[in-house]
Structures are given as structure tokens and as C-alpha cells.
């Protein structure tokens, strides 16, 4: 089955910075990754997802980049702001299912 | 947008009792529907996916037998913890997709054993 890895499992920066998680999977049947960010207590909401056929995306100060051929995909959060601290985490779906696989999240914090 | 309902938001039970937890979607059909457990400061695990009008599918280490999963109709699916211990204290987490959506999820359910 699908395994997915997400790195760092914590991470700081200073409000204004920019933040960057990473994740790679092994299922190359896998083609369609969303991020999801989660308050404590909270459901996931999708912030941003990408599809094999698409090599980045954007969405305001939200970016994701996906490399088929190393089977890794990356969260971009510019001009980071303290109501961005939340855990992430990416996901992977094989081919024609919604089946998804969560890496094992990143708790952002935004210092001011 | 496609909504999904998660009922009760929160549950305390004794251990050795059943909790029934319903996750519904409102404005759209979802012949599958997917159930998480996420343990804290953990990601989310996939259980079962629920499939309308058949056998739910478990995942591997899942008591089909102790989470019981019935998906009645296009718009509900229930997961049922029998006989529950302190270990499955977790949030339980549903999600359903319509056809042009991305994956909702609910609100989660906040299971305690005592």
C-alpha cells in the first residue's frame, strides 16, 4: 500500500517568513495530493491540492510543487502569518479513488 | 459547497458500553464513505471505507467485529464501537466525497471511555 512521509514534524518561523514542508510517496499509482491543515480539535480543511498532471500550483500565499519522478510533493506558505500555526498534513490517492494515506503532520508555529 | 455531518461531536461512555457515531452528507450523495481515527498529536488513520448497499472494507489491524460500520443510504453511514475500552479513546473522524469535490470531512467525534 501507499506510504507517505512528511518532514519536519515541527517547525518555527517568524512571522512574515516562509514555511516549507516536504513529502514523498511510494505508490507511483498515486495522483492526486491535498494538503490539509488542522486546528487542535478540529476537522482537516483542505487548503490546496494537485494533481499528476500539474507540476505546481498556487493559491495566494499558498503554493504546492509535485516532482513525479522523485515522488515528492511540498507545501510553500509565504508571508506566513500567526493564524497559520496549525499542524498540516499531505495526503496521497491512488489512481480513481479518494482513498487517502496521511503522512504523519507538521505543527507549525508563526512567532510574531 | 458539499457538507458532512458528524454526530455526536463528543461522547463519553463506560467501558464495555457500544457508541454508535453518524456521519451524514447533507447536500450531496455519497455511495463511500471513509472512517479515520487519529490518536493525538497524530495523522489520521483510515479504518473502513463504507460502501452504500454492501460490506464495509477494513483496513489492516481493524476489528470488523468491534468497529461496525453500516452504510444504510447515500447520505449516512455509522460507525459503531462495541464493547469499547479505554484504548479506543481517539477522535473519530468520517469523510465522504461527492463527484466534483475534494474529500469533506466532518467534524470529528471525541470518544472518551472511562
Known amino acids: 500500500g501507499e506510504n507517505v512521509e512528511q518532514h519536519p514534524s515541527t517547525l518555527s518561523v517568524q512571522e512574515g517568513d516562509s514555511a516549507v514542508i516536504k513529502c514523498t510517496y511510494s505508490?507511483?499509482?498515486?495522483?492526486?495530493f491535498p494538503w490539509y491543515k488542522q486546528e487542535l480539535g478540529k476537522r482537516p480543511q483542505l487548503i490546496i491540492d494537485?494533481?499528476?498532471?500539474?507540476g505546481e500550483k498556487k493559491d495566494q500565499r499558498i503554493a504546492v510543487t509535485l516532482n513525479k519522478t522523485a515522488k515528492h510533493f511540498s507545501l510553500h506558505i509565504t508571508e506566513t502569518q500567526p493564524e497559520d500555526s496549525a499542524v498540516y498534513f499531505c495526503?496521497?490517492?491512488?489512481?480513481?479513488?479518494?482513498?487517502?494515506?496521511f503522512g504523519t503532520g507538521t505543527q507549525l508555529k508563526v512567532e510574531l | 459547497g458539499a457538507v458532512v455531518s458528524q454526530h455526536p461531536s463528543w461522547v463519553i461512555c463506560k467501558s464495555g458500553t457500544s457508541v454508535k457515531i453518524e456521519c451524514r452528507s447533507l447536500?450531496?450523495?455519497?455511495?463511500?464513505m471513509f472512517w479515520y481515527r487519529q490518536f493525538p498529536k497524530q495523522s489520521l488513520m483510515l479504518m473502513a471505507t463504507?460502501?452504500?448497499?454492501?460490506?464495509?472494507?477494513?483496513e489492516q489491524g481493524v476489528e470488523k467485529d468491534k468497529f461496525l460500520i453500516n452504510h444504510a443510504s447515500l447520505t449516512l453511514s455509522t460507525l459503531t464501537v462495541t464493547s469499547a475500552h479505554p484504548e479506543d479513546s481517539s477522535f473519530y473522524i468520517c469523510?465522504?466525497?461527492?463527484?466534483?469535490?475534494?474529500?469533506?470531512f466532518g467534524n470529528g467525534t471525541r470518544l472518551t471511555v472511562t
Open positions: 469523510s465522504a466525497q461527492d463527484r466534483v469535490s475534494p474529500l469533506h
Open positions: 505508490d507511483s499509482a498515486s495522483n492526486y
Open positions: 494537485i494533481r499528476s498532471n500539474v
Open positions: 495526503a496521497a490517492s491512488p489512481r480513481g479513488g479518494n482513498k487517502l494515506t
Open positions: 447536500d450531496f450523495q455519497a455511495t463511500t
Open positions: 463504507s460502501n452504500e448497499g454492501s460490506k464495509a472494507t477494513y
